[in-house]
């Protein structure tokens, strides 16, 4: 991929920690189907079907561990 | 999401961490599939099924992991 | 919930903080679905199934990192 | 569970930690299967399928994992 | 495999360690099935599967944490 | 087992540790279905699904996290 989207695991807040780790576990979806029809074709496979809903939320919660340890866990 | 929902880690006791850790896999579902009425209609799916019931234990053991280790295990 | 059932994840040797790490995974699925009945109707559901079982060893195996990691692996 | 199985994490090489980690797996289907005959009358199920032993292997490097940080890595 | 393909886990930005956990992944299955016709053969089969691709993603989400944790979260 | 195959976690390169990582992977498939000509059976089963693959690779992840994080991610 030609663009820059990750530049900083750092975040101001822990909720955008965890969007950070949403659109992770977005690009590794799309690295490996980057082509955008098929993933818009594919959506509601997933996002309707509890089984995919519980699966794609095991992805971010293991990229949420990332960015939350790169960001010391937003201790004060 | 515009809604501010995640301002800190940090709990008072282990069990609350392990709430937050729920709300955690919770929010992770939702951003995935924001339409509540989808989300009503696919709850029996998961909470009447021992293989979903287990996924969802699993991602909650996932971001427990985090929410634990942000509080450095509530050791005194 | 209501009640208190998690003040600590310190367990004086490494047998009962598995067994902590059994009662996580057990509340991560109650917490799911909180209906005693229904559970216990699924119970046949998952521990005669060999997918099933292995997929508890799974969430026990993660809270089982998260429990060890608190007591320092009961290191002397 | 009334026996006592497990002591200590701390192991001599990394191979025992490994055999440990299979305990620790075995053991947490145990935990949530006790009865003998049930388990014996599973083990064929998932010991001839490609897709259970890949799933017993991710339950084992889980709890690896966990014996090896235990362990400090049996580094010299 | 006789060929070098992995000399460091250090890399300048987290987007070109996200890019080196991608190619952990594929590996992974290369090792497992190094036969390149085959793999051709499979590609659209989880390329086009929404399952599959959310599996994909947790690969890349654990490997990322490994290569995070080797460049120290690219704090500066 | 009464072979000896793992004396260390130690490697020289980050490849030989992740070869490593899929050394352990394979045994643990192995110490679960000994049974040498039964695994060469299932070989197929596994080697030529796209899941099944998937999972392969994520249990050499998890394994690779272990390994790397026992050589200190090969940092100079």
Do not use: C
Request: net charge neutral; charged share 20%.
């Amino acid at each position: 991929m030609a663009d820059t989207w990750l530049t900083s695991l750092i975040t101001a807040t822990p909720q955008e920690g965890f969007e950070l780790a949403i659109t992770l576990s977005r690009r590794g979806v799309k690295y490996t189907q980057p082509d955008a029809q098929v993933l818009h074709k594919l959506r509601p496979e997933y996002s309707n079907d509890a089984h995919e809903l519980t699966a794609a939320s095991q992805v971010i919660a293991t990229n949420f561990q990332t960015v939350a340890a790169a960001n010391n866990y937003w201790r004060k």
